[in-house]
């Protein structure tokens, strides 16, 4: 399969646990998104990156969030200190270049604070 | 005020039937806008995308529509099947923020047999 894969699809944790999120992009996409969605919305853009270069952060992405993408291919999002508004659907996209282009999803990464 | 609206918000079809999802948009001004279609628990899927001088596109049994003037689009599913349940979303890139995409917050359609 050689569409963006995210890992772990589902996790569920204590708050307060710190938590890590994978993505694999399309290879050769050097754009790579991440995005939050809860239930009965849309995505909500968190970051993204060109390369290993994190361009532009969101509000929405608090201190206790961080992401990377060290040699410019998979990225991961950490959570630190979860809380229960953390829980959503953590998505992954790809893009070949233009900011106008296609973003392919990931399958997404859900995230349940209990 | 989200600058996608997208209505309904929720649809109930039976299956073989047509329908037509609505989207709104104050964005402006934008460099494409698009259709996704999201299955429960998965990610979106891109239908079609559209630019600002285009005023229809089809995907199959999909075809969305664009008018710029008004700044609304549709997106018409045609013989609608059950595997057409999902949540359809409405996307515009904003051209002033750096080609930002914008999402509505879907209509969720449900295909009964």
Not at chain 2, 45 to 65: C, D, H, P, Q
């Amino acid at each position: 399969d050689t569409g963006v894969s995210q890992d772990p699809r589902h996790k569920i944790t204590k708050r307060g646990q710190n938590v890590t999120f994978r993505c694999d992009p399309i290879s050769e996409h050097n754009r790579l998104y991440w995005y939050r969605q809860t239930l009965g919305q849309g995505p909500e853009f968190l970051t993204y990156f060109q390369n290993e270069a994190q361009l532009e952060k969101s509000r929405l992405l608090s201190d206790r969030f961080s992401a990377e993408r060290p040699k410019g291919s998979f990225s991961t999002l950490e959570i630190q200190r979860t809380e229960q508004g953390d829980s959503a659907m953590y998505l992954c996209a790809s893009s070949p270049g233009l900011a106008t282009g296609e973003l392919f999803f990931g399958e997404g990464s859900r995230l349940t604070v209990l | 005020k989200n600058q996608v609206e997208q209505s309904p918000q929720s649809l109930i079809i039976l299956e073989g039937k047509n329908c037509t999802l609505q989207c709104n948009y104050t964005v402006s001004p934008f460099s494409n806008l698009r259709w996704y279609k999201q299955d429960t628990g998965r990610g979106p899927v891109s239908l079609t995308i559209m630019t600002f001088s285009e005023n229809t596109k089809s995907n199959g049994r999909y075809t969305a529509t664009l008018d710029a003037d008004t700044k609304q689009s549709s997106l018409h599913i045609t013989a609608s099947q059950l595997s057409d349940s999902a949540s359809y979303i409405c996307v515009v890139s904003a051209k002033e923020y750096g080609n930002k995409l914008v999402f509505g917050a879907g209509t969720i359609l449900r295909v009964k047999s």
